[in-house]
């Protein structure tokens, strides 16, 4: 425990000691701990084999009380390139300032994600559903989308590596009668016991897991036998054309790396998720496609997409000249989408993979 906690620094207003380059297998043992078990909540991204190229890694750990540096999650996160800018969307969410949490929440899900929310519960939710985990919930939306249409007396977690969107999912009321809770945690590590939902959903979180397998074992090991587990990625970049004109920009603008951390939304194969779930023992596999329009106020708003992207640093360190021009260079990228009232319109499809835990 010592050699950590001689390393605090701080982050997010949260205490953490930094330990670069480790091995996680040994983890425990490094804490002063027998096993994983001890950690109360664990949470591990091992993003280093797949960022590993990319530069810098902190393994960060949260300390609840710096005295016994009493763990409450783990976490090894790629924070940042050399220049200091995020090398993934994960990094990106992890490090939203307040105003940046508070933008994705009151923009981006109202107008990406909160109808494919809306129709997921639909279809999802039923009458035998009385327990629901969401994993990797961000600020909330499928939780509330879920919570609306459950009988009182169900409950609903929310888990989520980000503290901010825990913070920010907790501040929403409940629908009377049900209960909504959520917790920091990983998706490949989840801290809940075996068996404990009915009903398992995610949307728009496994293309960021690099342990695509591990998350959805987890997912299945707390499905209770019978449960049914319902997972949403985005389709093809093709397939959602506004984003794919932002990502020819992102391109034009920044290049090819650029480009691959900005589409990571759009590149986790279908295929891939109904092979590991039948892989991991899910029944009566079904892959859908549902297409949702996207809409925005105006392109000044569209942009937050970008702002709030990993690669958002690279606009706002413009000075207000090649800002201006990017805006319109931006406004113009989108013009097709854009309605006489100035408003932003574009299907986007995704993906909805579903089935039963045996
Ligand atoms: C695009 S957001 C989607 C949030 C929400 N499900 C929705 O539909 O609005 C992706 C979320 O996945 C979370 N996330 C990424 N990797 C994760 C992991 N390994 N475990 C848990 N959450 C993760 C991020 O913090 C972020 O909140």
Redesign the pocket.
Known sequence: MEPLAAHHRHWQGTSFAAVPNINIAGLPGKLGMSSTREIGLFAI?DLVGHFGHRGVYDLLVQCGDSSRCAVVGVMTVPMSDRSGEPVSW?AQ?GQFADDQALAYDRVL?PAV?ASL?QRLAAVAVDSSVHSVLD????SG??ARAIAARLQPGAQIVG????PR?VELASEHIPPQGVSMRFQI????ALPLADAGFDLVVC???LQ??PGLSG?IAEMVRVTAPGGHLWVVVWSELADSPLFAAVADLVERTWGSDAHEVFTT?WSLPVERIAAEMTGAGVKAVIVQRLTVDVEFDSAQEAMWVLVLSPVGRRVLGMGQRERETFAHDFAESIAPWTTTQARVRAPMTAWVVSGHRG
């Open positions: 991204v994960t969410f899900v994600f929310a994993v990797g919930t961000g939306v499928v888990v989520d590596l980000s969107f945690a990983d998706a490949v949307q728009h979180v960021f897991v998350a939304p």
